[in-house]
């Protein structure tokens, strides 16, 4: 059987709940960490299907391991091996399908904040509308021509999107506690973006955290659920 390839950026962004999901769904992941200068794979045809995590990097900088992993992306899309991106991940999926990765006009988002489904009978994820999900950005994409728009939110208007059987999100599906407390120590990081309506202190985006996140996981099965049914075991 197949593995699946999974793309991180940097050491506070791991695969978190998909991992959880994986390997209770018997799925094998291979870690590729191209920030640390590790060897990333030449063809993804070996692999069942790519999930492309967060960074704090834009998609704009053209960093030769994330180039590299656009063209893994464009070799998926052809192949029909399933992609699966999250924040960045999303981003770079949008810009390989042909969309933009721009500042997001209603400024940074960071914390938990509710979407809203564009279609409640969308088979990814159904009537989302009032779930908390945890954000940390200030770009977003654009739509790429083709592309299904799933969800939005008050502070950007492209949360998610669908194109066929690949899914691009630009908030943290993948949030799990270790994360979320490594995150709670990024103090500095959230400071040049206080005064922005979409951020939260962390204070406030630690309250009731586990709530939300129980919230978050049971979305993300069925997220994961769906698209692992287009596998390539």
Known sequence: MKGIAVFQHYPGEGPGYFARFAERAHLKLHLFQGHLGETLPASIAEYAGMVVLGGPMSANDRLPFVEHEKAL????????????????????????????????????????????????????????????????????????????????????????????????????????????????????????????PGVQAIEAMLAHSESKLIASNALADRVYRTWARALKL
């Open 73 to 196: 992306i464009a070799e998926a899309i052809a192949l029909d091996i399933p992609v699966i991106g999250h924040c960045l991940g999303g981003q770079l999926l949008a810009e390989v399908l042909g969309g933009t990765v721009c500042a997001n006009p209603n400024g940074a988002e960071i914390g938990w904040h509710p979407v809203r489904a564009a279609d409640a009978a969308n088979p990814w994820f159904g009537d989302a509308t009032g779930t908390e999900l945890m954000h940390w950005h200030s770009e977003y994409f654009t739509l790429p021509d083709g592309a299904t728009l799933l969800l939005d939110s008050a502070h950007c208007p492209h949360q998610a999107f669908s194109h066929g059987i690949h899914l691009g999100m630009q908030f943290h599906l993948e949030m799990d506690e270790a994360m979320l407390s490594h995150w709670s120590e990024c103090v500095d990081e959230i400071a040049p973006y206080a005064e922005h």
